[in-house]
Nanobody, 124 residues
């Protein structure tokens, strides 16, 4: 699966952004999709995930502010980010799991394919 993430940018604290992740492949509806982020000097961390059937999962740090969704006919997953904080600044990566072998959506090893990342910068 090839993934193309976009939608990042510079925003003031309290602002919003929507990230998109376009996927190749004819069976997108069967993929579990995830978003991770990595800030400078920090490890990559889980942000949100959505199963092929639409179940959603969030990191505690973004719960209530971020919303993950998917549009299967468009082969695209989204991450709507509201009430952004400076600590949300990171490179955001989308990831896909076509095999769905592992069940822990928050683990990077679950996902086989990764996009190139899109920078999100939140100014205070």
């Amino acid at each position: 699966v090839q993934l193309q993430a976009c939608g990042g940018g510079l925003v003031q604290a309290g602002g919003s952004l929507r990230l998109s992740c376009a996927a190749s492949g004819r069976t997108f509806s069967g993929y579990d999709m995830g978003w991770f982020r990595q800030a400078p000097g920090k490890e990559r961390e889980f942000v949100a995930a959505i199963s092929g059937t639409g179940s959603t999962y969030y990191a505690d740090s973004v719960k209530g502010r971020f919303t993950i969704s998917r549009d299967n006919p468009k082969n695209t997953a989204y991450l709507r980010m509201n009430s952004l904080k400076p600590e949300d600044t990171a490179v955001y990566y989308c990831a896909a799991d076509a095999r769905r072998y592992y069940r822990d959506y928050s683990k990077a090893y679950k996902y086989d394919d990764w996009g190139q990342g899109t920078q999100v910068t939140v100014s205070s």
